[in-house]
């Protein structure tokens, strides 16, 4: 529920109050397996159909199921429960269990994301980028019962986030942002990469564990975009980016 202000009357009238909860059917299967003694493969297959979404008539191509999809909210008064969404992929996910120091872990996700507004057309969703890949590994070395060293790589590479663009032209015009709506999430960021990794050395004593670790964030210094806005300055759309390569020094005590 939502107030909508008249700042002239200095009135206000509860909004969206009748709405509906939003519903969903799903539909997933599934194969996982277990070879060896140290790997494990698993594999899903999944439909997910989604109905009762929150729409705007004010802003027909708005739709509740894209909230949170970016760092920005858009609030519309009067909503309906007349929107849909689907979402449909494969998850693939391949894992070599910790032996003798070494573990990996490997994530591979092929997906298709869309939703309607009020007007009844499919697009795509804010989280439809489409593909995602994980790979963690690591290995450990243990010189005593007391001291052992890890190293740990972490990388993500995935489809550009989707995004609803200014339309320069006109927020020029009206020095402010003014969005697209037409072609909301036409578009994807370029692809997401990063890279972490991490140096652990412990020492354990009879009452007190000691950790230093050297994390290397974003080790490649890919430069991945944050969000876009309108500078009314430059009278042009901003890029913001995302932290570029941080390394950083820890110390932890466990008791």
């Known amino acids: 529920m939502q107030l909508q202000v008249d700042s002239v009357e200095n009135k206000y009238s509860r909004t969206n109050k009748d709405l509906d909860f939003s519903k969903g059917l799903h539909l997933v299967g599934g194969y996982d397996r277990v ?56 998850e693939l996910t391949l894992e070599k269990f910790l032996n003798e120091g070494f573990y990996y872990l490997v994530t591979a996700s092929v997906f298709d994301s869309k939703y309607t507004g009020y007007d009844g057309v499919w697009r795509n969703s804010s989280f439809n980028n489409n593909f995602v890949f994980n790979l963690l590994g690591g290995y450990e070395w243990h010189f005593n019962q007391k001291t052992s060293l890890a190293a740990d790589l972490k990388a993500v590479w995935a489809g550009g986030n989707r995004y609803l663009p200014i339309n320069e032209e006109v927020s020029a015009m009206k020095n402010q942002a003014v969005y697209d709506w037409e072609n909301i999430n036409e578009e994807r960021f370029p692809e997401y990469f990063r890279l972490n990794a991490r140096i652990t050395f412990r020492l354990n004593g009879k009452r007190v564990n000691q950790e230093w670790g050297l994390d290397l964030q974003n080790l490649t210094n890919h430069q991945n975009i944050f969000m876009q806005n309108w500078n009314s300055d430059s009278q042009k759309v901003s890029t913001s980016y995302q932290m570029g390569f941080m390394p950083m020094m820890t110390y932890k005590i466990y008791f």
């Open 35 to 90: 070879f060896g003694e140290m790997h494990r493969l698993k594999l899903e297959v999944y439909y997910q159909y989604l109905y009762n979404i929150p729409v705007a008539p004010e802003q027909p191509e708005y739709s509740m199921i894209n909230a949170g999809g970016s760092f920005s909210y858009n609030v519309f008064h009067n909503c309906v429960n007349e929107g849909n969404g689907k979402n449909m992929g494969v």
